[in-house]
């Protein structure tokens, strides 16, 4: 929770919270710790200790005022409060086990049903857990990883060709750090996780520098501009979908709009990755 209001205090400008800033320099970016104390109506020293963890008890009312002064979105003011109940727990929680990577016959049938969609099901630390030919196939080059490799933000951050995928990288590795921030705030022991990212932090200096910057704002829909080897360049909207009854798998699937040159293209695209050796709905991870 200190780290968390540490990082996004320093984002905030004394503008954007109406402060006037007399002359001379601020050692600091953003906020010093008494303007965002001041403005929520707290102590300066109740807030230092927020921020260094030796305060663990903020009430509702604390946290709705901390998100309004620093200007959190809604998903990172709801995340603020998991972190604060996390915080006051008064018992250690049960030592995490790693979630299941198993996808139900339903689900393959499924992520079948939608093709020519492109599709995907990912773990909660977006493990690649199922797709359809198209699916995988955006993720050009993953298919030639092992399955228990097969992970979002590896293949982002570690796969040197994963950067000409896409249009808008900048984009898409701000969205993968901000889902594995949330699952760190509240399960930090994830085992799912915890390797995961020490090998990002150890490989990836873009990874290293957007988790500090803590942001868990989640990118549920939207559009994204892929290019593809076979198909060339295909812009698709997408919609991310939470799978009730699964330990936090998402269905990630992409469409078209039927009769555009994009439909098209992934039409092609599904035809083109539908290989026998990709086994598309068959194979899963173990």
Known sequence: MGRFLRAHRIRVTPEEVGLEVGPGLRRMPG?????????AGV???????????????????VVGALAR??????????????????????????????????????????????????????????????????GLRLFVGMEQWPVEKRNVARWVFLNPGARTVFDHWDEQIRACVGRLRALAGTDPDAPDLVGLVDEL???????????????VRAHTHGSKTFHVPDVGIVTLEYQSMQLEGT?????????????????????????AAAEPDLKPAEEERT
């Open 247 to 271: 330990p936090g798998h998402r269905l990630v699937a992409h469409y078209a709009t039927p009769g555009t040159p994009d439909h098209d293209k992934m039409v092609l695209l599904d035809m």
């Open 69 to 134: 002064v620093l200007l959190v979105e809604e998903r990172e003011h709801e995340h603020l409060q998991e972190l604060a109940v996390c915080a006051a727990r008064t018992t250690a929680p049960e030592p995490s086990t790693a979630p299941t990577s198993s996808v139900g016959p339903g689900i393959k049938l499924l992520l079948e049903s939608l093709r020519p969609n492109p599709a995907v099901v990912v773990g909660r630390a977006m493990d690649l857990l199922a797709w359809n030919p198209g």
């Open 31 to 39: 906020l010093r710790r008494e303007e965002p104390a001041t403005l």
């Open 201 to 215: 932090l150890a490989g990836s200096p873009e990874f290293a520098q957007l988790w500090e910057q803590y942001d």
């Open 43 to 61: 102590s300066i020293d109740y807030y230092t200790r927020l921020e260094r963890g030796k305060e663990a008890r903020p009430s509702p009312s």
